[in-house]
């Protein structure tokens, strides 16, 4: 069929179909885009006379919508996600913190930056980036070490394998990430007989395969084996659809668990083996069992500095790991026994080889016994009562108790996200999602909007900090005009309070962290050391010139009342609150390595630079 490139590529994007236990569903909901040259006479002709196809959804930045469609992935469960269309040069490079966001976090998308002529002719073009040594160079070579696959489609006919490549790494649970297809701008608007086949419908399968027999038995033995067991459920439980396979797994041996940012959700947050989060922003109940653990099982996890507390959260000198991933990088690590397979065929079968393990009636009590008092905690810290301006803990636990199971919380980047992974009380599978991969500012609104949009029978509350909101808040337009209504609740404590305190304990005073305005040539310092004056920000007036209703909470009452006002709202709502920037939730037993000067005239940074070589002492790599 004689087609331009673009409307090859719309037609082909529009038949990709993706399986796994036997349901299909479309892998793409639809297409992004801002339009410059570079897209708009190829991909954006193609979107326009056949819009059946494929749904266009405009957007107001090209970071955001990948933003959108990283988090429309991850509510997919990776099984479907959203393509994104740029111009070239400045619309193409803002993808690049996108791309490395969802590479980052194992998330499919799929980008199509416009790029320079393929002929060369009006050598250089508008925002060509020239390269005097190099001819086959473009901003766009930016996209390939932030993307699982990258091609350039120079000629209409590399279409074709290029867009089977992009897909092939785009299904694949264990290579999954950003797949970028460059398009320059004639190539887009050239002519090719493309092949019936190649437009067909087409079905990718999901497979899950089985670690090897023999690993099996030795991971099971192991298990047996072991008094202390600790089983850290990452990101891959729950994409791989396996929380009622870890229940089950749970309750036959009574193994506890603890979860990562990705996979907190695996249990609900009351089940009596459940500990909640681990590592760096994790509870002293996980912290607790985890400095002692004998054997630690990593189902679906990165093992990330902040899971292992910057690799000291496991204590016993003689600790195990076996790890259970679909990718053999992630299953190799901390010398672990490797598992290589889905994590819920591979929960199945360690819960059918263990039918006759199961921990020490002490150890459950224990862990059980961990949970409730845990759980205390979580309630103290909901109602700590802090005046004259609340706590943000007391913000959350005003958010949760809101919030119905299945509703679900979207953070990224700031204080919130290792408060919300301790104190969030997660009720279903799905209903956290923070993006603490890349823990970028000015995910949670874009982000949100991708939830939203794969999931528009769910509520969805945006939680967000001022840094955040001032990064990029744009998508509010975007939610507003496709009807697709976000709760953002706006977090404000005029500055980077997270960065902020980690500045203070670190000895740096909370430098650079505050809006305040510069006097005498110092940012944020009167000239007799007092602090300057707050900027002038009103957050809530600007959410509410980009359409949102606007409710401005003073209390966590306010907020109360706020939130079920905003229920009874069509369309995005915007709940603005200022909180105590120096009221923050405790770290429970956990440490984070970020090296201190080592040499420095401030007293305070030298002390830490003590404290930093003492504690670094703990940190141990398994080999
Ligand atoms: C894009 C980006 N730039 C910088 C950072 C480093 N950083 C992490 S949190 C943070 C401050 C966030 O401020 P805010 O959203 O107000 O949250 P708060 O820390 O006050 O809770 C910064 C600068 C980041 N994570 N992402
Ligand atoms: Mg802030």
């Not at 069929?1 to 993706?18: D, E, H, N, P």
């Not at 305005?517 to 009167?526: E, P």
Request: with cysteine; aromatic share 8%.
């Amino acid at each position: 069929m004689r087609l331009t490139t673009g409307q090859a590529l719309v037609s082909f994007l529009a038949q990709q179909y993706i399986e796994r236990d036997g349901v299909e569903h479309q892998f793409f909901g639809g297409c992004f885009g801002i339009f410059g040259h570079g897209n708009v006479a190829g991909i954006g002709e193609a979107l326009y006379e056949r819009p059946h196809l494929l749904t266009y959804y405009q957007a107001r930045n090209e970071q955001a919508m990948v933003h959108a469609a990283v988090g429309y992935a991850r509510m997919r469960n990776r099984l479907g996600t959203l393509a994104c269309t740029t111009s070239i040069g400045p619309g193409a490079t803002n993808l690049v913190t996108g791309a490395a966001l969802a590479t980052v976090n194992r998330l499919p998308v799929l980008l199509l930056p416009g790029d320079v002529f393929a002929s060369r002719r009006p050598d250089p073009v508008l925002q060509q980036l020239e390269v005097p040594w190099r001819g086959d160079v473009s901003v766009n070579d930016a996209l390939q070490p932030v993307s699982r696959y990258f091609d350039r489609i120079d000629r209409p006919e590399q279409l074709i394998p290029g867009a089977l490549s992009a897909m092939r790494v785009l299904v694949n649970q264990a290579e999954t990430g950003a797949a970028t297809l460059a398009c320059p701008q004639d190539v887009q608007a050239e002519a090719y007989d493309f092949p019936e086949e190649f437009l067909a419908r087409r079905v990718w399968h999901v497979p899950r395969p089985l670690p090897d027999a023999e690993v099996l038995t030795a991971a099971a033995r192991a298990i047996r084996e072991a008094r202390r067991p600790l089983l850290v459920a990452g990101g891959g439980v729950i994409y791989s659809a396996a929380a009622e396979a870890l229940r089950r797994f749970v309750e036959r041996t009574g193994v506890p668990v603890a979860e990562t940012q990705a996979g907190k959700g695996s249990l609900p947050y009351d089940h009596p083996a459940g500990l909640g989060a681990i590592g760096v922003t994790g509870t002293f109940a996980a912290n607790a069992i985890a400095r002692e653990a004998d054997l630690v099982i990593g189902v679906g996890t990165r093992w990330t500095d902040f899971t292992t507390a910057s690799k000291t959260a496991f204590g016993d000198p003689d600790v195990r790991y076996v790890n259970v991933n679909v990718a053999d990088f992630d299953a190799a690590k901390l010398a672990a026994l490797t598992l290589v397979g889905d994590a819920r065929a591979t929960l199945e079968r360690l819960t059918e080889l263990l039918s006759e393990y199961r921990v020490a009636d002490d150890y459950r009590e224990l862990v059980a016994r961990l949970n409730t008092e845990w759980d205390a905690e979580v309630e103290r810290l909901y109602e700590l009562g802090h005046s004259p301006l609340p706590a943000q803990s007391e913000v959350i636990g005003a958010v949760n108790g809101a919030t119905e199971p299945a509703d679900v919380v979207v953070c990224a980047a700031g204080s919130m996200p290792g408060d919300l992974h301790k104190l969030w009380r997660t009720r279903d599978s799905k209903g956290y999602h923070v993006e603490y991969g890349y823990s970028c500012m000015g995910y949670e609104i874009a982000g949100g909007l991708g939830v939203k949009m794969a999931a528009p029978e769910r509520e969805v509350y945006v939680l967000v900090g001022d840094g955040s909101y001032l990064m990029l808040s744009t998508e509010i337009v975007t939610s507003i005009q496709e009807g697709l209504k976000l709760t953002i609740v706006l977090v404000d404590n005029h500055g980077f309070n997270s960065i902020g305190a980690l500045s203070r304990s670190l000895g740096t005073d909370g430098f650079g962290t505050q809006y305040r305005y510069r006097r005498d040539g110092s940012l944020g310092v009167d000239s007799d050391g007092s602090p300057a004056p707050v900027l002038p920000v009103d957050l809530a007036a600007n959410a509410e010139s980009l359409g949102a209703r606007v409710i401005r909470c003073r209390s966590v009452a306010d907020l109360r009342a706020g939130l079920e006002e905003a229920k009874r709202e069509e369309s995005t709502v915007v709940l603005a609150i200022e909180v105590d920037r120096y009221e923050g939730v405790p770290s429970y037993e956990s440490w984070w390595d970020v090296p201190v000067a080592e040499v420095s005239s401030v007293d305070a940074v030298r002390a830490a630079r003590r404290a930093y070589e003492q504690a670094r002492e703990r940190e141990r790599t398994p080999v």
